[in-house]
């Protein structure tokens, strides 16, 4: 097989990439010129199809078979491009827009012929300061240079990016809440149908994609839908980047073909557990997915394969890893914590289930557990997400999720903890959980779980 040739992270050891002049001389904007002025939209939609490119923003939905799904007859077209990024321990986004920006609008200028979109909007997570800078400053200069504006390349189409700051919100990285919080609203996720395809933005037709996916875009225009299929395993091709952070010696973000397993991430990227300690477990693509074993550590990391080990998907590829002394307690103490403060609170499900799977997990921590409280979130984590049909959107499963995979592969060290954790001064009354006799908890070791990017969000709040 032919070594592998990293072409999104291609250019992030060149600081002077950010200059569209620098980008031009290493053949950027090539991709474009040829898409716009060889290529229908439609060729675009087709080749994108044929590439089986996969959504890199969690859920791995087709990308040209998502533009396909825009109503013929539209006469206004908008695109959203997800850079919310809020999915703890995920910063590959952020490093494709600080490190290569030119590469994402023309990945944007691409996408935006394909479905004939006139208007991109970037939503950015509120903390990318630095990322908005810069691509704001990228784009005046691709502006200039004329690969946005009027008659692109004299091709008759017209593009204008719009750069749009989040506010902070987990829920906004939802795409019908980026679109409710994009038109000045609370970024509560909308009902579907209608699908944003139909309905999106300012209710007209509109395309939301990840900027991973958008940076893949000029690379299947330049080498071909079969070079892209050439990499990955079956139904997960191309590059990706992964994210790797926890408890390792280094927190790298690297581009490997999909399907990488957490071991070779863990030893050849990583530098290996901290500390000289070995590894307990992971979290195989932002904490939604749920919980990675370390016998499961040679499990392929894509679409496909991870989910035979019970984890919810690929996620965003932020791979968390877990030290030999951190408890799955902290563990979920600090999911559950994130869960009940992001959920948006529309769907009663969502709302009171992480509230009260926090709480659950809160109280054990502190020495008030019972054994049957096990039960009692499996049953809460079973009756809440989009999977039974109760919720508006998908935070509720990626909040049940590593529920229900922590208590199957850890019963038994949750039921170990619940034995030799007892506070004789905990007592539970109806509707309350509290200590009774003065409130310290029983000592803990969150830090014990020292997150990574992202993760340290949830720790603080
Ligand atoms: C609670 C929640 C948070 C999400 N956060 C993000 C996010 O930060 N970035 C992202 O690209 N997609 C996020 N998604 C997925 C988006 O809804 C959408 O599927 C994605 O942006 C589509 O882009 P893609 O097809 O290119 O992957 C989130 C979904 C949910 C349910
Ligand atoms: S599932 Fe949760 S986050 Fe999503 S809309 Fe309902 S309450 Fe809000």
């Known amino acids: ?214 940076a893949c875009v000029p690379h299947i225009v330049e080498r071909g839908a079969d070079w892209f299929k050439s990499m990955g395993t079956p139904k997960s091709y191309g590059p990706k980047l992964y994210t790797i952070s926890g408890q390792v010696n280094k927190q790298v973000c690297v581009e490997l073909p999909l399907g990488v397993t957490t071991n070779q991430l863990l030893e050849d990227h990583a530098g290996g557990v901290w500390k000289g300690r070995k590894a307990k477990a992971a979290v195989p693509g932002g904490i939604s997915m749920g919980i990675l074993k370390k016998e499961e550590f040679d499990i392929p990391l894509d679409f496909e394969e991870i989910r035979k080990t019970g984890c919810l998907g690929l996620g965003t590829a932020a791979v968390t890893i877990m030290d030999d002394q951190t408890r799955i307690i902290d563990y979920l103490y600090n999911t559950t914590r994130f869960f009940a403060h992001e959920s948006c609170g529309q769907c009663t499900p969502c709302r009171e289930g992480t509230g009260w799977l926090y709480k659950t997990v809160k109280r054990i921590r502190s020495g008030g557990g019972r054994i049957e409280d096990l039960d009692l979130m499996s049953h809460l984590a079973n009756n809440m997400g989009i999977t039974p049909g109760t919720t508006i959107c998908g935070l509720a499963d990626g909040a049940a999720w590593p529920i229900k995979n922590a208590l199957a592969k850890y019963r038994d060290e949750l039921e170990d903890f619940i034995k030799h954790n007892q506070n004789p001064d905990y007592k539970i009354t109806a509707g309350q959980d509290a200590i009774s006799k003065g409130q310290s908890p029983l000592p803990t070791n969150t830090s014990m779980f020292v997150p990574g990017i992202g993760l340290a969000k949830s720790l603080s709040n």
């Open 1 to 214: 097989m032919a070594a592998f040739e990293p072409v999104l992270s291609r250019n992030w050891n060149n600081p002077d990439i950010l200059s569209v002049k620098t980008y031009e001389s290493k053949g950027g904007y090539a991709a474009s010129r040829k898409a716009l002025t060889t290529m229908s939209p439609d060729n675009v939609v087709d080749l994108v199809k044929a590439s089986e490119l996969r959504g890199r923003g969690g859920a791995g939905f087709p990308t040209g078979l998502k533009w396909s799904f825009l109503p013929k007859d539209r006469k206004e077209t908008f695109m959203c491009i997800n850079g919310d990024e809020s999915e703890p321990a995920t910063f590959n986004n952020r490093y494709l827009v600080e490190k290569d920006p030119h590469q994402f609008i023309e990945g944007i200028l691409i996408g935006c012929y394909a479905t004939k979109a006139n208007t991109a909007y970037v939503y950015l997570r509120f903390e990318y300061i630095k990322a908005i800078h810069i691509l704001e400053q990228a784009i005046a200069e691709a502006r200039a240079a004329g690969h946005l504006g009027k008659n692109i390349y004299g091709s008759g189409f017209d593009l204008e990016i719009w750069c749009h700051r989040g506010a902070g919100a987990y829920i906004c990285g939802e795409e019908t809440g980026l679109i409710e919080s994009l038109e000045g609203k609370r970024g509560w996720p909308r009902i579907k149908p209608p699908f944003p395809a139909i309905e999106g933005a300012f209710r007209k037709p509109t395309v939301v994609n990840n900027i991973e996916t958008l």
